[in-house]
């Protein structure tokens, strides 16, 4: 039994570097160019391939191993060039990474992998056409030695014996400098020849010059890469360039110096830091109670603990945070599979993927960012020919950014396709029955129609899009996450899409209140306005639910205390304060005997040992120790709202 | 003898023996393996938890993570006694589905730690009424007391988890 623990913890192991194997072979898939492959990015996904396969061995997945050894043979042949790439090629490699990945999830939670699914890619696979590499082309050489090079001690020959180690040499020599016979300045010392040398190898310029490098001086040398190699050269550092500006660029995948930690390792650091920050507030009021004179050394000293803890729990909160990257890295393959089914051509360009987010909200934030890249090329990009009509390059552009703003992550998805539609969003809003008739809507609103519930233009419900899950879930979802987004379209031109969201779930701003003896945390970011509540603006509906004036529109009013089950102490109502929150649908007041600080709290899920409840987002510990618990502003009212239900057939709460 | 308590036993046979750490409900000793437990604190007023069964007390911190805290004399429907000074809190850790969870357990007093083997575990008779038989190991007797041992991944996953649940809809 013991042993089988052990190794169900390798097999976690195994299969979290399988999973990043098969990212790595994906985007090295995606990078890999038609005709001559770049021997570096054929040796990364061949690296991959051959790591999951010996380890899928050793743990005993053989059908993993076997499937990837078919996999393997293929790429070696690229690797050694008896295969060229072709565009089959390519996509039937991508078809056997997501063979691969599903075969590891069916490993991953014991369920029978579907073998006829496999076989047919390992069919696919196995009767690849076998075409050609073209011929590699190296290096053009123009050597021009200077006439006393000879006189040096130095032989051409030499050179041209070394430059052939590094690969097929096709020298032409150039005999137009070599003067008349009887010119008086001949001297059969000197070196009147040239040389244009065709060098068939991948070997670096840095090896080149390094063969020429005794010549150096004595002659005219001009080193360039030639034909094809050229464009798949300039075809890489142009990748290099649009990648992250300012890191180091080698042209080799980038070793991440980092380690694999077990998430929970991390919490309990991050508990116990939390607790450090608590034990430290708890020294500082000691110390500020004391004697004044006595204690001005120790507060110095409590002072610089403060610093440092607070710097401690910064630190440690960032070892949760991950470059979206990880995000990122998916939507390549997602734009390239796209297009391809549809027909379309487009460009995706990332940047600022190195920007850090808490882990539980790049988990969260995957599927609204597909949703939007998915739209962007059903419905943002136009087909080739339109695009030409409308005079625009034939391929399309997407770009995705991500970028830290104070507190929070900006991620932008930008498109130049064919914009929103005004007309048949209306058209549609009206058809569905989402506006009225005669309602007038700016431009603005008409565009954030399409984030209501059961809107989708799509004519057809297509492959792609319009499976009934629309914008109103990607802006739920990033609501759920304390974010927003907006959205800017100018048709025929294309959109943009802004997604602001909190860097991390687990700090928050929280605006302390007090009902009884507990202490209640609202978010701030949902507070609109705090104020002293006025009878005369109180009414009721129906003698039960209250509802109070604010400004132009009535709200309902919640009382915390009944809601929670807490004995509030406010005898008159007006004794209360009413904490105005927005919930995302409506205004709603919450009352509250007394406000108290706001201060930065560290979110707890009361899941982890216990189970959800519902009105609650999670509890917090306060500076003094105790647990306060933090309202789910948006679940509020659907929390109230059952309760309602529940009690109506009860005595409504009778009004002071 | 039945069927979870069979199951518990071959699991632990080869342990052989085990500890067990006691605690006093009413008079009465119960028994829970010591190695679920983590800790024993004393008693602290917990914060209230709305919407939640009345045996859920409500939320300690427990060095930065909330726990919450279950009364097992009213979850057995004991007799209610104020919570005082000698009330002591044992934080057990369970699992359930692979999921690990800490929950404190506010009890009379703790009593002794026993070495506990198999075969002095006696099943238990039917017991009706509110401690249903399946959270139940077994029963021992040790200088003539009775001890009841408790299945308290059973008690808490089946018993109050699950329980409180559907209290709260």
Redesign the interface.
């Known amino acids: 039994m013991a042993v089988d623990l052990d190794m169900s913890q390798f097999h976690e192991i195994f299969f979290e570097e399988s999973r990043e194997g098969l990212e790595a072979m994906e985007s090295g898939l995606l990078n890999l160019d038609v005709g001559v492959p770049d021997p570096e990015v054929v040796n990364n996904v061949f690296r991959a391939a051959h790591s999951i396969k010996g380890a899928a061995g050793t743990f005993g997945f053989n059908n993993i191993s076997a499937f990837t050894h078919v996999l393997e043979s293929i790429l070696d042949d690229v690797r050694s060039r008896k295969r060229g790439v072709t565009q089959e090629l390519v996509d039937v490699l991508l078809k056997s990474v997501d063979g691969l990945r599903y075969m590891l999830d069916c490993a991953k939670s014991g369920t029978k992998v579907d073998e006829d699914r496999i076989a047919a890619i390992q069919e696919r696979l196995e009767n690849l056409p076998v075409e050609e590499q073209p011929r590699p082309v190296g290096w053009q050489i123009r050597f021009v030695p200077k006439p006393h090079l000879l006189q040096t001690g130095n032989d051409p020959y030499r050179l041209f014996r070394e430059l052939k180690t590094l690969g097929n040499l096709h020298i032409t020599p150039d005999i137009g400098r070599i003067p008349a016979i009887d010119d008086q300045d001949f001297d059969p010392e000197n070196c009147y020849l040239g040389w244009d040398l065709l060098l068939e190898s991948d070997a670096g310029m840095e090896q080149i010059k390094e063969i020429f490098a005794w010549v150096e001086g004595d002659c005219d040398l001009d080193i360039k890469l030639s034909g094809e190699r050229r464009q798949m050269v300039e075809r890489r550092r142009r990748r290099d360039d649009d990648a992250d500006t300012g890191q180091e660029i080698t042209g080799k995948g980038q070793e991440q110096v980092s380690i694999r930690v077990n998430i929970e390792k991390i919490d309990t650091l991050?508990?116990?830091v939390?607790?450090l920050v608590i034990s430290q507030s708890i020294l500082s009021h000691a110390v500020t109670d004391h004697d004044q004179n006595q204690a001005s050394r120790l507060k110095e000293i409590v002072e610089l603990l403060e610093r440092n803890t607070w710097e401690l729990q910064e630190q440690a909160m960032r070892i949760r945070m991950q470059a979206i990257d990880i995000t990122f890295q998916r939507l390549p393959r997602l734009v390239r599979d796209l297009c391809r089914s549809l027909d379309k051509q487009a460009e995706l360009e990332i940047s600022g993927g190195t920007t850090e987010v808490d882990k539980t909200v790049l988990e969260k934030i995957t599927d609204p960012l597909v949703h939007l890249i998915r739209n962007a090329v059903d419905h943002g990009i136009e087909k080739p020919a339109d695009r030409k009509v409308a005079g625009k390059s034939e391929s399309g552009s997407i770009k995705i950014s991500a970028a830290q703003e104070g507190g929070n992550i900006i991620i932008k998805i930008i498109d130049d396709g064919a914009g929103l539609d005004a007309g048949k969003i209306l058209v549609k809003a009206r058809e569905k029955g989402l506006i009225a008739d005669g309602e007038d809507l700016s431009l603005e609103e008409i565009h954030n129609l399409i984030f209501l519930p059961g809107f989708t233009t799509a004519i057809q419900v297509s492959d792609v899009s319009g499976r009934g899950v629309g914008m109103d879930v990607v802006k739920r979802n990033i609501n759920d996450l304390g974010g927003s987004i907006e959205l800017e379209s100018t048709q025929g031109k294309g959109s943009a899409f802004t997604i602001k969201l909190p860097l991390t779930l687990a700090i928050m701003d929280g605006q302390l209140v007090r009902i009884g003896k507990?202490i209640l945390i609202i978010p701030v970011l949902a507070i609109v306005e705090s104020l002293q509540i006025r009878k005369e603006l109180l009414n009721a509906v129906a003698g039960k639910t209250e509802v109070y004036r604010f400004r132009d529109e009535y709200i309902p009013l919640i009382r915390l205390d009944k809601?929670?089950?807490?004995t509030s102490d406010l005898k008159e109502l007006t004794e209360g304060l009413l904490i105005v929150v927005d919930t995302g649908q409506q205004r709603v007041g919450l009352l509250a005997d007394e406000i108290l600080s706001q201060q930065q709290v560290v979110i707890?899920?009361?899941e982890?040992?216990?189970?959800q409840?519902?009105?609650?987002a999670?509890?917090t510990?306060l500076g003094d120790?105790?647990?306060?618990?933090i309202i789910d502003v948006p679940g509020l009212m659907r929390h109230c709202k059952g309760i309602t239900v529940a009690s109506s057939a009860g005595n409504p709460a009778p009004l002071p | 003898m039945n069927m979870t308590a069979t199951a518990t036993g071959l699991r632990e046979q080869d342990a052989g023996t085990s500890q067990y750490l006691t605690f006093l409900l009413a008079g009465e000793e119960y028994g829970v393996n010591i190695l679920k437990v983590k800790e024993i604190r004393g008693w602290e007023q917990?914060?209230?938890?709305?919407?939640?069964a009345e045996y859920?007390l409500?939320?300690?911190?427990l060095?930065?993570?909330?726990?919450?805290v279950m009364d097992l004399r009213k979850r057995f429907g004991m007799q209610e006694i104020e919570l005082g000074k000698t009330a002591v809190v044992v934080v057990v850790k369970v699992t359930h589905s692979g999921r690990e969870?800490?929950?404190g357990l506010v009890v009379d007093a703790v009593s002794e730690v026993y070495n506990i083997s198999e075969d002095m575990i006696m099943p238990s008779p039917d017991l009706g009424g509110t401690i249903s038989d399946e959270y139940v190991k077994g029963l021992v007797t040790i200088q003539g007391k009775m001890i009841i041992l408790l299945d308290i991944d059973y008690l808490i996953n089946e018993g109050m988890?699950k329980d409180?649940?559907s209290s709260?809809e």
């Open positions: 991050i508990n116990l939390g607790e507990e809601v929670y089950g807490i707890k899920s009361l982890a040992n216990f189970q409840i519902s009105g609650l999670g509890a510990v120790g105790t647990v306060a618990m | 917990p914060t209230l938890l709305p919407n939640t859920v409500g939320v300690i911190n060095r930065g993570m909330v726990v919450p969870r800490t929950i988890l409180a649940e709260q």
